[in-house]
């Protein structure tokens, strides 16, 4: 069964850090493009980052302040998030895609999706 299940959402303040989890089953991540999404309440799903074979991407609004990993042996991908900003609260998914997308690509083309983790920023 193929799954991707994302953990270390939370509650934080601004200005601190947070490292979500997405962790695959069923599957191999290692030849995959993996992307982070987030989405508001009220908003529609933006990503937020992508790697691929053809590198990483990054969305302007967390340049320079997100980190997107992975740990191959662990079938797992990271994000670590810092400098963290009240507008950064969304629920964060993880997504997975075969082929590499153009730029972040949209939500739509992408075939695996974990459940989502809370990411609230507020003092």
């Known amino acids: 069964q193929v799954q991707l299940v994302e953990s270390g959402g939370g509650l934080v303040q601004p200005g601190g850090s947070l490292r979500l989890s997405c962790t695959a089953s069923?599957?191999?991540?290692?030849?995959?493009?993996i992307a982070w999404f987030r989405q508001a309440p009220g908003k529609e799903r933006e990503g937020v980052s992508c790697?691929?074979?053809?590198?990483?991407i990054y969305a302007d609004s967390v340049k320079g302040r997100f980190v997107i990993s992975r740990d191959n042996a662990k079938n797992t991908v990271y994000l670590q998030m810092n400098s963290l900003k009240s507008e950064d609260t969304a629920v964060y998914y993880c997504?997975?895609?075969?082929?590499?997308?153009?730029?972040?690509?949209?939500?739509?083309?992408?075939?695996?999706w974990g459940q989502g983790t809370q990411v609230t920023v507020s003092s």
């Open positions: 790697n691929s074979d053809r590198g990483t």
């Open positions: 997504a997975a895609l075969t082929s590499a997308p153009n730029g972040l690509g949209s939500p739509s083309s992408y075939e695996y």
């Open positions: 069923g599957f191999s991540l290692r030849y995959i493009a």
